[in-house]
T-cell receptor, first 113, second 117 residues
Framework: AQSVAQPEDQVNVAEGNPLTVKCTYS??????LFWYVQYPNRGLQFLLK??????LVKGSYGFEAEFNKSQTSFHLKKPSALVSDSALYFC???????????FGDGTTLTVKP | DTGVSQNPRHKITKRGQNVTFRCDPI?????LYWYRQTLGQGPEFLTY????????KSRLLSDRFSAERPKGSFSTLEIQRTEQGDSAMYLC???????????????FGPGTRLTVL
């Protein structure tokens, strides 16, 4: 069975400070890992993904994530947070031969001015 | 707008009634997914199609749930004899991927919110 965990329900940061939203995974085989963002009354939007290759992946809106195989983590990061980054963030994972994605329960990011 | 669309956006029904939701994916996408999302949780996988073939179905999906994608384009999700526990947001997503491997991101629709009274 595969699972994805987001250990923090809520993350609060001040504008201009770096942010980290945590994700750990348990996926058999080679994991494919994704981050999505959900704004109020909007559908989930893709941010970035790790398939293979460089452990540091860059995505939309200045976000990046680091794949760490030994710690089975895929934390989302941004060097300088914006108020407009405030949203609900989901980590998702699947193994290489499956169509089914498993999502974490989400982390609400609040960036305060 | 050429994104994923879902209809209706909201549905209120009485327990025991049948409901049907529609999803129109991005036109060139061959894969279509259905998820259910309740408050405070991430999307839960229900089923997915590769073109018109339904390749996987979650054990969460009881026999009251059925999904179709008859021509490999739009899809419908039907819930028969609705129960209060079916109240949730039903999400549809599409992607362009090979069979039995999913490298590409999914594009989500806005969802259909179902309330069962």
């Amino acid at each position: 069975a595969q699972s994805v965990a987001q250990p923090e329900d809520q993350v609060n940061v001040a504008e201009g400070n770096p942010l980290t939203v945590k994700c750990t995974y348990s996926v058999s085989g080679n994991p494919y890992l994704f981050w999505y963002v959900q704004y109020p009354n909007r559908g989930l939007q893709f941010l970035l993904k790790y398939i293979t290759g460089d452990n540091l992946v860059k995505g939309s809106y200045g976000f990046e994530a680091e794949f760490n195989k030994s710690q089975t983590s895929f934390h989302l990061k941004k060097p300088s947070a914006l108020v407009s980054d405030s949203a609900l963030y989901f980590c998702a994972g699947l193994n290489t031969n499956a169509g089914k994605s498993t999502f974490g329960d989400g982390t609400t990011l609040t960036v305060k001015p | 707008d050429t994104g994923v669309s879902q209809n209706p956006r909201h549905k209120i029904t009485k327990r025991g009634q049948n409901v049907t939701f529609r999803c129109d994916p991005i036109s060139e996408h061959n894969r279509l997914y259905w998820y259910r999302q309740t408050l405070g949780q991430g999307p839960e996988f229900l089923t997915y199609f590769q073109n018109e073939a339904q390749l996987e179905k979650s054990r969460l999906l009881s026999d009251r749930f059925s999904a179709e994608r008859p021509k490999g384009s739009f899809s419908t999700l039907e819930i028969q004899r609705t129960e209060q526990g079916d109240s949730a947001m039903y999400l549809c997503a599409s992607s362009l991927d090979r069979a039995f491997a999913a490298y590409n991101e999914q594009f989500f629709g806005p969802g259909t919110r179902l309330t069962v009274l």
